[in-house]
Each structure stands twice: as C-alpha cells, then as structure tokens.
C-alpha cells in the first residue's frame, strides 16, 4: 500500500541532505502517517491511513 494519507492525499516529498560542506545528496520526507480505526454508518470498521494532522483536525471537529 502506499504511503498517502487517506483523506488529504499527502505522500512523499523529495529533498536534500546537506552537509557541513553542502554535499547535497537526495532524500525522501515521509508523510506522518498513522493508521486508526473508524466506524462506518453501518456499524463496520475499517482501517485507514492518515497523517497525524488529519487526526489532529478530525478529533477537534468531532
């Protein structure tokens, strides 16, 4: 499965490590993605992956 958040479609970034002496050599940023439980209307689970902010956002608005 890949790495994407099920609600906001965030997946990977590409970058640069730099060093002290500003060697650049490319990387990857890795969404924080965490997988949670919710209920369907009826009555199911299921299982999801979400970034933490989503999680963040959904457990504020509930």
């Not at 060697?23 to 299982?47: A, E, M, Q």
Request: include cysteine.
């Amino acid at each position: 499965m890949a790495r994407r958040c099920a609600i906001s479609g965030k997946g990977p970034m590409s970058g640069n490590n730099v060093s002290h002496a500003k060697n650049r050599t490319k990387r990857r940023f890795l969404p924080n993605l965490r997988v949670v439980r919710i209920s369907l209307d009826d009555g199911t689970t299921k299982k999801i992956k979400i970034s933490a902010k989503e999680l963040r956002t959904l457990k504020k608005n509930s």
